[in-house]
């Protein structure tokens, strides 16, 4: 479904289920140069199982319109004017790579109306290497290939979202390509990448949480290793919130990598 927010269209995948704003609502936040498909187990488990699922499409990116994001803070209030065009009260955020930096520094200005807070190959901070940033605006299709080769531990997963024996790496390419299209006038890769590379509120926004947060770390994650995201769990602790950690057997795409793996960490977490 498409909701109305800063007065661009944003589309929102629900999971095959009919919107219902008084349910306990789950927010699926994609990572640079992503889609909401990318949840695709994840977001059709919840919304089976009693969950109201907001998996978007950011803002510029593939059926969403408006501006696509230049910077995680404007990210940030998107999501708070989302959950104010839906009508949803309270929510659990959960964000992957760029996402998760979008979640968090929403969770930390949103407060009491973040539940739950779960942070998918994660890391602070999110550098971004120079010579990458330069491929994805000089030489998108070299970059997305770097990106995939990277973010990959295997090239066929078995099983993985879309079935035993897809293709991740081959899905990968042609999902990248399909969101670099959607966006004639930005550039939405490297619009990304210099978000992420630029954002320096990890851990002041850890500070401000008010919810429990679930660190979901693929253990052979290239992209953003486990060790990156520590400084943001002393953080979390040091502030007196609930940690929970998944070390997940794969790379950064945990989601079709080991969708299994991965639903059954945020399944448990969200269930507290």
């Known amino acids: 479904m498409h909701i109305q927010v800063n007065g661009a269209a944003i589309y929102c995948y629900t999971g095959g289920k009919a919107f219902d704003a008084a349910k306990p609502t789950v927010v699926f936040i994609h990572g640079v140069l992503n889609d909401h498909s990318v949840w695709a187990l994840q977001s059709r488990y919840m919304a ?11 803002p510029g990116h593939c059926k969403s319109g408006g501006d696509a994001p230049a910077s995680v803070e404007q990210a940030a209030d998107f999501i708070g004017a989302l959950l104010g065009a839906a009508g949803v009260q309270r929510a659990a955020l959960v964000g992957h790579s760029w996402g998760s930096l979008i979640a968090m520094e929403a969770a930390a200005r949103l407060k009491d109306r973040v539940s739950h ?20 605006q000089s030489d998108p299709e070299k970059a ?6 990277f973010s990959r531990n295997t090239l066929a997963a078995p099983p993985s979202a879309l079935g035993p024996g897809t293709w991740v790496f081959g899905t990968g390419m042609a999902l990248g390509r399909r969101v670099l299209r959607s966006n004639p006038a930005v550039n939405v890769f490297h ?7 630029s954002y320096a509120g990890g851990e002041a926004a850890m500070a401000q949480l008010t919810c429990p947060v679930l660190f979901a770390l693929g253990a052979q994650d290239q992209m953003t290793p486990p060790k990156a995201a520590q400084g943001l769990v002393n953080a979390a602790r040091a502030a ?33």
């Open 48 to 58: 089976n199982h009693g969950w109201n699922v907001l998996a978007i499409d950011l």
């Open 191 to 197: 619009r990304g990448f210099v978000a992420c590379d």
């Open 144 to 149: 997305l290939r770097m990106v995939n080769v």
């Open 117 to 136: 807070l779960v942070l998918v190959g994660t890391a602070f901070p999110m550098k971004v290497s120079p010579a990458l940033i330069e491929a994805s």
């Open 240 to 272: 007196g919130q609930s940690v929970s950690i998944a070390s997940l057997p794969v790379g950064h795409h945990q989601m079709t990598e080991a969708p299994e793996e991965t639903l059954f960490a945020l399944r448990d977490f969200l269930a507290r």
